[in-house]
């Protein structure tokens, strides 16, 4: 006798998954087990898209050709926005840093120092750097980057060199950083 079964997809930010695991960690073996079983966002099915609408389906294929549109679905408003959202988030309570647009903002590169810090701590020694040293900062940065195949599309010495960068090629930059450590 074959029994029903459903299979629901649940799609969680990394902050909400490193929430559940944190508060979870204190719990007993008991209590983990008590959870697993009554919770509704992952049971086995026989079909794994048996649940999955052609809504569904049409929404993660646009959201794999387009990881913004799923970020503008969570913060409202347009992809550039939403981004911008998601770094000043990524980024709340780093000394320095108040990130409003994507010109101006990271024209010292601490920005990009403190959003690659919040994945890569070990490549971004972030207390020891100063808005000054702007070379230094877009060297560290684009190197960390790097280190884990995110190629830089920003010219350092343009960055050092302007007060206003083009915000086109920084939003690009910080897009790739996004899709590479969030989808």
């Not at 679905?73 to 981004?83: D, Q």
């Not at 000043?88 to 320095?96: D, V």
């Not at 960055?159 to 910080?174: A, C, F, G, K, S």
Request: charged letters at 25%.
């Amino acid at each position: 006798m074959e029994s029903a079964k459903t299979l629901s997809v649940s799609r969680r930010s990394s902050e909400e998954i490193k929430r559940d695991i944190s508060a979870q960690e204190g719990a007993s073996p008991a209590s983990l087990m008590a959870m697993g079983t009554t919770s509704p966002q992952l049971s086995l099915s026989s079909s794994p898209t048996a649940s999955v609408t052609p809504t569904t389906r049409s929404r993660i294929r646009e959201e794999r050709k387009d990881p913004l549109s799923a970020l503008a679905r969570e913060y409202g408003g347009s992809k550039r926005n939403a981004l911008l959202k998601w770094c000043q988030k990524k980024t709340e309570g780093y000394q320095n840093i108040d990130i409003t647009n994507f010109s101006s903002s990271w024209n010292d590169g601490l920005a990009f120092c403190a959003l690659l810090h919040t994945y890569l701590p070990a490549h971004i020694p972030y207390q020891e750097l100063n808005s000054q040293d702007k070379r230094r900062n877009f060297m560290l940065a684009f190197q960390a980057a790097e280190s884990v195949g995110i190629k830089s599309t920003l010219d350092i010495n343009e960055m050092v060199r302007t007060e206003r960068p083009d915000w086109q090629n920084v939003m690009l930059y910080v897009t790739a950083i996004y899709k590479y450590f969030e989808t």
